[in-house]
Structures are given as C-alpha cells and as structure tokens.
Nanobody
Framework: QVQLVESGGGLVQPGGSLRLSCAAS????????MNWYRQAPGNQRELVAS???????NYADSVKGRFTISRDNVQNTIYLQMNSLKTEDTAVYYC????????????WGQGTQVTVSS
C-alpha cells in the first residue's frame, strides 16, 4: 500500500521559515522522481519543486532562491526547506511520487497546510 505522509506545515509570519517532510512507503523510493506541489484557494495545483532519483532539482520561478528540496534515500523521505516565506506562499502543500515500472506510478499525499500571515 502506497503512503506519502506530509508533516511540518503550520502558521508562520512573513520572512519566516518552515521545513516540510514527506515520508514514503510502499513505493520504489530510490527510482522515484519526488515532487512538492501546492494549491491555494481558488488556484490550480502548481509544481513547486522536484528532485530526481539522481538528486537533480528543479524549482518554480516563484520559489527559486528561497526553497530547497532534498531527499534521504535511506529514510525514504523528502524535505522542503522554505525560507523567506511570503503571504503568497500560503497553500496546501502536497507530496507526489512518480516512477516507472511496468506502468507509470503517480501517488499523492494528503497535504499539509502552510499559512504565512502576520
């Protein structure tokens, strides 16, 4: 059974930091491309950051220089370090795993709320 469990969300003031975690089970983590998406009220879900199986990373322009994605292939966990948070970063953040076996596998976590407000 695939499980992606996010944690670390919460309320933070503008300029503050949060670190999100996503613990994965039931997937072939070492070959998975792991992603963080977010969805704000009234908006479409958007890709925030990705990390490939080899460690290569990509970021949305809106978070470059502020967010860092990383992965631990021993703990089967990814992280999103979010610094210099802005009110527009407020959203539900979702962990996503994509990997190819005999078919494309695409799994999602339940999401964690991040609220940036003074």
């Amino acid at each position: 059974q695939v499980q992606l469990v996010e944690s670390g969300g919460g309320l933070v003031q503008p300029g503050g930091s949060l670190r999100l975690s996503c613990a994965a089970s039931g997937i072939i983590f070492r070959i998975a491309n792991m992603n963080w998406y977010r969805q704000a009220p009234g908006n479409q879900r958007e890709l925030v950051a990705s990390i490939g199986s080899g460690g290569s990373t990509n970021y949305a322009d809106s978070v470059k220089g502020r967010f860092t994605i990383s992965r631990d292939n021993v703990q089967n966990t990814i992280y999103l370090q979010m610094n210099s948070l802005k009110t527009e970063d407020t959203a539900v953040y979702y962990c996503n795993a994509k990997y190819l076996t005999h078919r494309m596998n695409d799994s999602w976590g339940q999401g964690t709320q991040v609220t940036v407000s003074s």
